[in-house]
């Protein structure tokens, strides 16, 4: 069964840090793209960011999490991290990870109809 489970969410003041795990089974997670969404109340599913399958030689970010995130890869844990730095309360949402559906792709997008597994999330609150 393909499967992704996110931790490492939490309640974190402004202006702290939190590191996301997104741990795979079902299929190896060092052949495949793996982005990172998020979904606050009452808005779209955005991306965050992203990073290709393999050696991760590829990475994009949004412009809103430029310089505060960042996304890695072990691919012996078959584990990707988002780490987070910097938050603010515009950083509340559930965080989601996803697989592209091609395997052995050398590029990323954050784009959400390039994903066809997901997780089941992990909430982020940003808050005082």
């Known amino acids: 069964q393909l499967q992704l489970v996110e931790s490492g969410g939490g309640l974190v003041q402004p202006g702290g840090s939190l590191r996301l795990s997104c741990t795979a089974s079902?299929?190896?997670?060092?052949?495949?793209?793996i982005g990172w969404f998020r979904q606050a109340p009452g808005k779209e599913r955005e991306g965050v960011s992203c990073?290709?399958?393999?050696?991760?030689?590829?990475?994009r970010s949004a412009d809103s999490v430029k310089g505060r995130f960042s996304i890695s890869r072990d691919n012996a844990k078959n584990t990707i991290y988002l780490q987070m730095s910097s938050l603010s309360p515009e950083d509340t949402a559930i965080y989601y990870c996803?697989?592209?559906?091609?395997?052995?792709?050398?590029?990323?997008?954050?784009?959400?109809?390039?994903?066809?597994?997901w997780g089941q999330g992990t909430q982020v609150t940003v808050s005082s």
């Open positions: 079902g299929f190896p997670l060092e052949s495949y793209t």
């Open positions: 996803a697989r592209d559906w091609r395997p052995n792709a050398d590029t990323c997008g954050i784009t959400k109809a390039r994903y066809n597994v």
């Open positions: 990073i290709s399958a393999r050696g991760g030689l590829m990475t």
